[in-house]
């Protein structure tokens, strides 16, 4: 069974920096993708970033596009999210996911808390 375990969050003021880390049982070379949602209270789901696990090739959403970089270590079986320049705005629960190369079904992790104060 596919379990993806996330650490990292915590408490950090505007300006901070924290890195979030993915960690998905089995090889990520089962997998086509990975990558980070996150959900502030209230609030739908948004997509954050994801990396491909074959070329790497990375997308942002715009609101963190040059503040937060994605990256995997294959040999790890981890995908990393660096978050610089943290805003209040970016306070929510982050939720890894990784997109199965054989079923294609979305996996996901159990989320994990990020506040940022002001």
């Known amino acids: 069974q596919v379990q993806l375990v996330e650490s990292g969050g915590g408490l950090v003021q505007a300006g901070g920096s924290l890195r979030l880390s993915c960690r998905v049982s089995?090889?990520?070379?089962?997998?086509?993708?990975m990558g980070w949602f996150r959900q502030a209270p209230g609030k739908e789901r948004e997509f954050v970033s994801q990396?491909?696990?074959?070329?790497?090739?990375?997308d942002y959403a715009e609101s963190v596009k040059g503040r937060f970089t994605i990256s995997r270590d294959n040999a790890k079986n981890t995908v990393y999210l660096q978050m610089n320049s943290l805003k209040p705005e970016d306070t929510a629960v982050y939720f890894c996911y990784a997109d199965s190369k054989f079923s294609g079904r979305r996996y996901w992790g159990q989320g994990t808390q990020v506040t940022v104060s002001s």
């Open positions: 089995g090889r990520t070379s089962n997998f086509y993708a």
């Open positions: 990396v491909t696990l074959i070329g790497g090739v990375t």
